[in-house]
């Protein structure tokens, strides 16, 4: 049990450059989050899936897009980037549900655009 | 939306002693309140959380205060020890989708 994966660890993009963030979790939750991290201001939700082939925006989705690919698998997709997105992204998954609302985060995605 | 507020930003404390970080929220319709601890270079791990028709809750070392009305609450780690340094983080939920984040609080705790 690997609980929430990332790929990849580290990245390095060009500004304009385009690139998907995965991530996939074997705990059979139906939601799944995108975060992304800044110094100083702890996590910001972009975008999240409250089961299977639905997406909602979240506080800043802008310049991001995202794919439920199945109930395992969540990607987050950056068009062009710009150095703006420079962040450490997590991707989050939980037990829908009124019992349990844990969220349980992944090791992160550390994202450099130049 | 919703706003949290955290304080303070970094504290340090001799092990044995005892922490307080408090958070602050503007939403009343918020619900569910948990804390993450951070490790560098992890993501973060739920260590305590407290839904709103409670006021406290505690697990070994560790409890949590909610103050409905005044719109707060705070983590309270006794004995602490050097493992228990991180970063750590109160977020509040409103439907449980959508979790607003504090900034975070860089605790070290001096051996």
């Known amino acids: 049990n690997a609980g929430v994966t990332q790929t990849p660890k580290f990245q390095v993009l060009k500004t304009g450059q385009s690139m998907t963030l995965q991530c996939a979790q074997d705990?059979?939750?139906?939601?799944m989050y995108w975060y992304r991290q800044d110094p100083g201001m702890g996590l910001r939700l972009i975008y999240y899936?409250?089961?299977?082939?639905?997406?909602d925006k979240g506080e800043v989705p802008n310049g991001y897009n995202v794919s439920r690919l199945n109930k395992r698998e969540f990607s987050l997709r950056l068009e062009s980037a710009a150095p703006s997105q420079t962040s450490v992204y997590f991707c989050a998954s939980r037990v829908s549900g009124r019992a349990l609302v844990e969220q349980y985060f992944g090791p992160g995605t550390r994202l450099t655009v130049t | 939306g919703e706003n949290v507020e955290q304080h303070p930003s970094t504290l340090s404390v001799q092990e044995g002693d005892s922490a307080v970080i408090k958070c602050t929220y503007s939403d009343s319709a918020s619900n569910y309140f948990p804390w993450y601890k951070q490790e560098l270079g992890k993501g973060p791990q739920l260590i305590i959380d407290i839904r709103s028709n409670v006021g406290e809750k505690k697990d070994q070392r560790i409890a949590v205060t909610l103050n409905k009305t005044a719109k707060h609450f705070s983590l309270h780690i006794t004995e602490t020890q050097p493992e228990d340094s991180a970063v750590y983080f109160c977020?509040?939920?409103?439907?449980?989708?959508?979790?607003?984040f504090g900034t975070g609080t860089s605790l070290t705790v001096i051996p």
């Open positions: 977020a509040a939920s409103i439907d449980s989708n959508q979790f607003y």
């Open positions: 705990m059979n939750h139906n939601s």
């Open positions: 899936s409250a089961s299977e082939g639905t997406t």
